[in-house]
């Protein structure tokens, strides 16, 4: 796809790529600033550029099934953003940086390879943060333990219960 797709188009309120092959995204999708929902599914991309914090009025990013490993820093100072869809990807840790946003309400992670949680990670949750997705990771139930005795009673966790 041409970096210049989309140039112009800065009054566009969502987007939609997904299942298009992808393996990173035209430079001029970071251009869009009118953007509030950007819809990435089933694709290959592999990064994300820190370009996306130019979308500064994205309230929603579904990445459901791509080829990502990290995320950006960038994502996740997005004033705006509420929900955050990075499930069935490659991610195998949860960054402090992931609970970083004061308006992200949704973060699904699921289907990842994450298997440990980081303790600092969870002390540093956003305020905002209502729905938190890890179901489908090889994490084991102490971590989870640990996990739900530190979260706010209002984030509702989702998690595997292990078959007996």
């Known amino acids: 796809m041409d970096d210049n797709i989309f140039l112009g188009l800065k009054t566009l309120k969502s987007l939609n790529l997904s299942s298009n092959n992808l393996t990173k995204l035209p430079e001029s999708v970071y ?21 996306i914090m130019f ?9 459901d099934k791509n080829k990502l490993n990290h995320l950006p820093k960038a994502i996740f100072s997005m004033s705006e953003l509420k929900a955050l869809v990075v499930s069935r990807n490659s991610l195998n840790t949860i960054n402090h940086i992931y609970f970083s946003s004061n308006t992200l309400e949704q973060l699904d992670l699921s289907k990842n390879k994450i298997r440990k949680l980081n303790i600092n990670a969870i002390q540093s949750i956003s305020p905002s943060l209502r729905i ?27 998690y595997n219960i292990p078959k007996k």
């Open 31 to 51: 251009t869009m600033s009118g953007l509030k929902k950007m819809m990435l599914m089933n694709n290959k991309i592999e990064e994300i550029s820190d370009s």
């Open 55 to 63: 979308l500064s009025h994205l309230e929603e990013i579904n990445l």
């Open 132 to 158: 938190l997705n890890l179901q489908g990771n090889p994490i084991n139930q102490d971590e989870i333990k640990t996990l739900r005795a530190l979260l706010p009673p209002k984030v509702k966790l989702v």
